[in-house]
């Protein structure tokens, strides 16, 4: 967390001050104007939160359709490099499509390989005896 940034209290804890302020009345001059803030504070979020939703939700509608285009592109883009591999193999003496394949396999998004699953424990790697030298479990 940065140095000036501040976390927020949940509602549920302020309405518990404003709360544990009203019951007692040593607690209620801390904070006399505690009450009126929040309740400002929840008319104010009551007001802009429709707003803030609407633009929400069309914020990831934007999102969804650029995600949409750019893989339409990209599947494109697949194929062209696919097709490009193809013709490659047709005329290897071609040293523009030659170029042009190379280049677009420097740039190419790989899948990477799941990892392999570690070896079993074999006879050389097990545990030594204790009469060996090995460990106990005292």
């Known amino acids: 967390m ?25 607690l209620s001059g801390i904070e006399p104007d505690l009450e009126a803030r929040s309740r400002e504070t929840q008319r ?7 707003i803030r939703e609407l633009t929400a939700s069309s914020t990831r509608q934007f999102d969804l359709v650029f995600l949409r285009k750019d893989a339409g592109n990209g599947r494109s883009a697949s194929r062209l490099f696919r097709q490009s591999e193809r013709l490659l193999t047709e005329s ?3 040293t523009m499509l030659r170029t042009l394949v190379e280049s677009l396999r420097e ?11 570690p070896a079993p424990p074999t006879a050389a790697m097990a545990p030594l ?3 060996k030298g090995g460990e106990t479990n005292h």
């Open 2 to 26: 940065k140095a000036r940034e501040r976390r927020v209290a949940d509602l549920e804890f302020v309405n518990r001050a404003i709360n544990a302020a009203a019951s007692h009345e040593r």
């Open 44 to 50: 104010y979020n009551n007001a802009f939160r429709p």
């Open 92 to 94: 290897p003496r071609d």
């Open 107 to 117: 740039v190419r998004p790989r899948r990477r390989r799941k990892a392999a699953p």
């Open 129 to 131: 005896p204790p009469e």
